[in-house]
């Protein structure tokens, strides 16, 4: 195990590596050493080819409460060099990262949250983005991912109206993968990133850089991205593998 005051980082199992915030007596606040502490944990799961998955979870029954607004004054916006607040929100990983959400996912909380690829919520979750009742503006993927994750009119009112959205409202929507038992949600985190586990890694990269690179492309330009990514793939020894074992009624053994 490595920790740090503000972070804890484990490998509890076999390719996982699972970031905790560690601040509970201020909900997991952003500042700036928990920052720079997540982003050399998102560094870590990057480099490290044992580790095809990271879960990001919070200590002490909450996910997050987002910036230290009293470090804020003396530290500014805990951003990582180009990597957005705490190293993740604008970051391009190439491996899936999962949010296992208990308690408060609140403005810049919940911005990480939906800066990653999959989310479990304990029913008792919640989640706001209450910038705009700060003077603040949710600048950290809030504003620009949330309309595209949600049905307009419902993200339009938790941006200007400042309202929580519980985690069951979450589900409904389609912005939770699963909704668990208060806390259930790691648990959950971890058997989604044991059926991520179960693929090729290579096509699982492909595949989350397709998404990311392809956002917003109308159909022809998209697949003008999509096919130099896509292409390749089709020839590995992981294609080959894995549509041999499936007429073989087998697992495939990607070797990874």
Not at 85 to 99: F, N, V, W
């Amino acid at each position: 195990m490595d920790s740090q005051d503000s972070v804890m980082v484990t490998g509890p199992r076999p390719g996982v590596l699972l970031i905790t915030l560690n601040r509970p007596h201020v909900r997991n606040a952003v500042d700036r050493s928990l920052a720079e502490a997540v982003d050399a944990a998102l560094t870590r799961l990057e480099s490290d080819p044992a580790l095809a998955v990271g879960i990001l979870t919070g200590a002490g029954g909450h996910f997050c409460s987002g910036m230290d607004l009293k470090a804020f004054p003396s530290e500014g916006v805990p951003v990582v060099a180009d990597r957005g607040l705490a190293g993740l929100t604008r970051a391009r990983l190439r491996k899936p990262l999962i949010a296992a959400v208990e308690g408060a996912a609140v403005a810049g909380g919940f911005e990480l949250a939906l800066a990653c690829d999959l989310i479990t919520a304990a029913d008792t979750a919640f989640f706001a983005l209450p910038e705009v009742a700060r003077g603040l503006i949710a600048a950290e993927g809030g504003a620009i991912r949330l309309a595209s994750r949600l049905p307009y009119h419902v993200a339009m009112e938790l941006l200007l109206t400042a309202a929580p959205l519980p985690a069951a409202d979450a589900a409904r929507y389609g912005l939770v993968n699963q909704l668990t038992g208060k806390g259930q949600a790691l648990d959950a985190a971890f058997a989604l990133a044991a059926r991520v586990q179960d693929n090729s890694r290579d096509a699982v990269h492909v595949t989350k850089q397709i998404v990311q690179d392809t956002r917003g492309l109308d159909d022809p330009t998209a697949y003008t991205v999509q096919d130099p990514l896509s292409t390749p793939v089709f020839t590995t020894t992981d294609a080959t593998e894995g549509t041999r074992a499936f007429t073989e009624k087998r697992p495939p053994d990607w070797h990874q």
